[in-house]
């Protein structure tokens, strides 16, 4: 086994403080990664404090990691030490399925995810990457583009790609008008990359102080959306809306300014349901509501190429680990432009035995 350390949430009222475990030896088919960077993202919070009801405890966040390799195992053939890689929110699948055979593991019934998920090689639960190092499949191993900011690049494995998936689903494009709801972690990327893709990009968004970041992102336009008259302006208008707001809102105030046959997307995850929608705005315009995970490796490496070749990266703020708890708080007022990565160099060896242990004598 191969001795770790990181940083875990013991409870949901606790917070995160240093902890030591194991990792698996790597097998033929894995690769052994130091961690460089990790994003911190809203799901990381909803896990810690068991907001989805799900979290088995002491939980180690983290699946937005970069890191370079530094082991592999006899099979691999696409990594070798030295290398830089990432991990997304998957380490593992079944690979027989429907979904997996058509390069979308991230609907297998059965896919692995990076933290708080079984893990089929050990039979405990995944530690994710608020860590100094990870052990996964090389099937689920990124290449990371030497040419961007590797800590920028962190927050591509979640955020980036959970917005990249839509675009491409619904095949964004030039000729098309696409709007953007939130200007957050996931907003943020949503912008820029329907600017690459060659869309005519709206924010809209609640915060008049963000117009100014939303068109230097590549917005053309920002729309107030608690301005009635403004949205109203709008009516009938969008190809595609992407909605990445994560708190219950009104879905209606959105649908309305979908064209015929035009589609929203939900890729926010709310702790609670959004409001029930009138039908009837779906009905008379033949218009779509959907949703979207995250996307395949497949899909995933097609992002970071494509980013490296537009130079999009996320915004973001580096940390130390000593401040996670501070960080979290600061997500939930929206204090960060616009995604935490933790300098895992910040990281320091337990000064004590080497047990799964606790550093607060208080938990």
């Known amino acids: 086994m191969i001795k770790t350390f990181g940083y875990a949430a013991p409870t949901a009222t606790a917070p995160l403080d240093a902890f030591a475990f194991e990792r698996r030896e790597p097998g033929p088919g894995d690769v052994h990664i130091e961690i460089l960077y ?37 099979e691999v053939t696409a990594f070798q030490a030295g290398d830089l890689a990432g991990v997304g929110c998957m380490v593992d699948a079944c690979g027989v399925c429907p979904d997996c055979q058509e390069g979308l593991e991230q ?19 995944t530690y994710g990457g608020y860590s100094n190092r990870i052990v996964v499949d090389q099937r689920f191993v990124l290449r990371v583009p030497k040419t961007l900011d590797l800590a920028a690049v962190a927050p ?14 619904w095949k964004v494009g030039p000729g098309h008008t696409v709007g953007v709801v ?23 968004t ?24 403004e949205m109203a302006l709008h009516a009938n208008r969008f190809d595609f809306i992407l909605n990445t707001v994560a708190a219950p809102h009104n879905l209606d105030a959105y649908l309305q300014l979908l064209k015929r046959d035009g589609t929203m997307c939900l890729v926010g995850a ?23 995970l995250i996307g395949g490796i497949r899909e995933t490496q097609e992002m970071l190429d494509f980013c490296a070749e537009h130079g999009i990266v996320s915004e973001i703020e580096l940390i130390p680990i000593q401040n996670i708890n501070e960080a979290y708080e600061r997500m939930l007022r929206s204090e960060v432009k616009y995604r935490f990565v933790i300098d895992m160099a910040s990281l320091p060896e337990p000064a004590t035995g080497f047990e799964v242990q606790w550093n607060r004598k208080d938990i």
């Open 270 to 292: 709310p702790q609670e349901p959004h409001p029930p929608l009138e039908v009837f705005n779906l009905i008379f315009k033949r218009r779509r509501l959907a949703g979207s």
């Open 107 to 125: 609907y297998c019934p059965t896919f692995t995810l990076t933290y708080n998920s079984p893990d089929p090689h050990t039979g405990q639960m």
């Open 182 to 204: 939130g200007l957050g972690g996931l907003g943020h990327m949503a912008v820029q990359l329907a600017h690459a893709f060659g869309a005519r990009v709206v924010l809209f």
């Open 38 to 74: 990790c994003g911190v993202c809203h799901s990381d919070l909803h896990t810690a404090r068991n907001e989805w009801k799900n979290t088995v405890y002491p939980v180690v966040p983290g699946h937005e990691i970069v890191g370079r390799v530094v082991q592999v195992g006899s």
């Open 156 to 169: 591509l494995l979640c955020a980036g790609i959970t917005t990249y998936s839509p675009l491409r689903q």
């Open 206 to 229: 609640t915060s008049p102080g963000k117009t100014a970041d939303a068109r230097r992102l590549g917005a053309d336009e920002v729309v107030i959306s608690k301005n009635p008259e």
